[in-house]
């Protein structure tokens, strides 16, 4: 190094790369390769999974249709019940 009264050099610079490793992040990507997803294959996953909650909302819509439909039908045997037994 050399010496000089006039001129000072810079401070050395600190290179510092920092590395992160994402545990969970590592986790997605391998699913994501066990699934054999890649560029193309996101598209085809997003449609199934698209499928598969529209077919599980008809489903529920379905389900809850049937549950009105059996507590109306209880609700009137309940209240021919109770007029039979009032008014008779």
Do not use: C
């Amino acid at each position: 190094m050399r010496w000089s009264f006039f001129k000072t050099h810079k401070p050395k610079q600190f290179r510092y790369k920092p590395r992160h490793f994402d545990e969970e992040k590592e986790r997605r990507e391998q699913r994501k390769a066990d699934m054999g997803l890649g560029s193309a294959g996101d598209l085809k996953f997003k449609h199934r999974m698209h499928s598969s909650w529209k077919y599980q909302r008809e489903q529920d819509r379905q389900r809850r249709k049937s549950a009105n439909y059996g507590t109306l039908i209880i609700l009137a045997v309940l209240f021919l019940i109770a007029y039979y037994l009032f008014f008779r």
